[in-house]
């Protein structure tokens, strides 16, 4: 079998994140600068080999001051852990178009396996001739895993910035020539 590569379009992708704030809103946020590629056996997304990363100075989450602290040695640490990255060790068909893609999520040089759900929108072709395909994915961490530690406690009880950090990625790539 051939092996087939794909690009990331970063203009019809988004890598969103979010996370409660003072116990009851969602703060959401965003990566701006990532690249990812998928490898697979022609247009087999069977045992796919997905790789991503990150780059964490690019975090926007519409506030500037905010943005500073998480590329803060509070967070993420910036200066010393430039990228976020994972690396796929499985990605298993469920059904028509649900698959499950499992790997290693690293993030300020903590490598941790997580596993989430993969909704795929299938392969098509652009007006301009381009073989395209869409996954997205929804899961959840825990920041804390990872060594995100900050917090802060309040007056009434609770913390500012929840532990879960809910993700939710949509993802559009274009096949290789």
């Known amino acids: ?9 970063p203009t019809h992708s988004e890598i969103g ?9 969602n703060v959401s946020g965003k990566f701006g600068t990532y690249d990812a590629t998928i490898t697979t056996e022609d247009n087999d997304f069977e045992n796919a080999a997905i790789e991503f990363s990150g780059d964490i100075a ?6 500037a001051d905010r943005d500073g602290h998480l590329r803060s040695a509070d967070f993420f640490d910036a200066e010393n852990n430039p990228k976020l990255t994972f690396k796929s060790t499985s990605f298993k068909k469920i059904d028509a178009g649900d698959y499950e893609i499992t790997g ?11 596993t989430f759900p993969v909704d795929f929108s299938g392969i098509m072709t652009d007006p301009w001739g381009n073989t395209k395909v869409g996954l997205s994915i929804e899961g959840k961490i ?5 060594g ?30």
């Not at 994140?17 to 809103?25: D, G, N, S």
């Not at 690019?58 to 506030?63: L, P, V």
């Open 1 to 9: 079998m051939a092996t087939t590569k794909w690009a990331i379009d």
């Open 17 to 25: 994140f979010k996370v409660k704030h003072m116990m009851f809103t």
């Open 58 to 63: 690019s975090i926007d989450t519409a506030n």
């Open 104 to 114: 290693d999520l690293t993030i300020k040089g903590v490598s941790k396996s997580v």
């Open 142 to 146: 825990n920041r804390k895993d990872w």
């Open 148 to 177: 995100l530690n900050w917090n802060s406690a309040l007056e009434t009880g609770g913390v500012l910035v929840g532990e879960e950090v809910k993700l939710n990625i949509e993802l559009q790539f274009a096949k290789q020539a």
